[in-house]
């Protein structure tokens, strides 16, 4: 179903806020929590979206040493989401301890595992800044390509990248290899920070499994009619 391939952020400060958006988009299947909400409220807002039966991103794109990126990734699994992030630029070893430690962390607590996907480069970062800011020699798509072959050499689930680059991902990852993509933008939205967007239905078309749409829908001056439109613009080319 349309409605299920489109992720929406919960980028808000605190349980309230969070809260009454969920209330406001009851058609919203799958939520995403970010380090904003996550880091003023904890696991909370997780246990209250499961009460809900919502589906849950828990994006904390962990990025640091193996030993403590298998930690956090312990500690997220036991939460039952159903996605987490960390960075692919964490480098094979942490990310296949993330792999490990995810099964490890869910089993324990006697839930499913979430699937695992690495951030190959931010929707924030343009080709200019990964050349001029971070100095990676590598162009793009090339770049968020070798990222996401690493992620899938070392065993995670998938990748979040652009749309502008998920088409040759997907062409290199194949089908079994989940592609979620933010940085959308419907043509009538504004693009915000996000430098390498496509619309919603583009990216669809690109192959995208997800799409993650926040401030187009949840700044809206109406929430529920922005939805409606990106669902109506997914249903075209679905
Ligand atoms: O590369 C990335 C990785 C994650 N995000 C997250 O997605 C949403 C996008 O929100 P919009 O309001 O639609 O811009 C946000 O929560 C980011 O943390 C990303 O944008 N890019």
């Known amino acids: 179903m349309t409605t299920d391939k489109i992720i929406v952020p919960l980028d808000v400060p ?20 970010g380090l904003e909400l996550f880091t003023s409220t904890g696991p909370t807002i997780l246990e209250i979206l499961k009460s809900r039966q919502k589906r849950i991103f828990l994006d904390l794109k962990f990025h640091d040493i193996p030993n403590t990126v298998a930690g956090a990734c312990r500690a997220a699994a036991s939460y ?26 869910a089993e324990k607590a006697g839930t499913k595992p979430p699937k695992l996907i690495a951030i190959t480069l931010l929707t924030s970062i343009s080709t200019r800044q990964l050349a001029f800011d971070l100095k990676i020699p590598l162009e793009l798509p090339e770049f968020a390509l070798q990222m996401a072959l690493l992620a899938q050499e070392s065993g995670l689930d998938g990748a979040v990248c652009s749309p502008q680059e998920v088409g040759q991902l997907r062409e290199s990852c194949g089908n079994d290899f989940l592609l979620v993509c933010p940085g959308v933008r419907p043509t009538w939205a504004e693009k915000g920070d996000q430098k390498r967007s496509l619309s919603p239905s583009q990216a669809i078309l690109a192959g995208a499994d997800y799409l993650v ?26």
């Open 14 to 33: 605190d349980l309230d806020s969070a809260i009454a958006l969920v209330d406001k988009l009851p058609q919203v299947t799958f939520w995403k929590v």
């Open 213 to 238: 749409i926040g401030r187009p829908i949840t700044a809206a001056a109406d929430p529920e009619l922005a939805w409606n439109q990106i669902v109506e613009e997914i249903n075209t080319v679905s």
């Open 80 to 105: 039952g989401v159903d996605l987490l992030t960390i960075h692919a630029t964490n480098g094979k070893d942490a990310l296949k301890a993330a792999v490990e430690a995810v099964q490890i962390g």
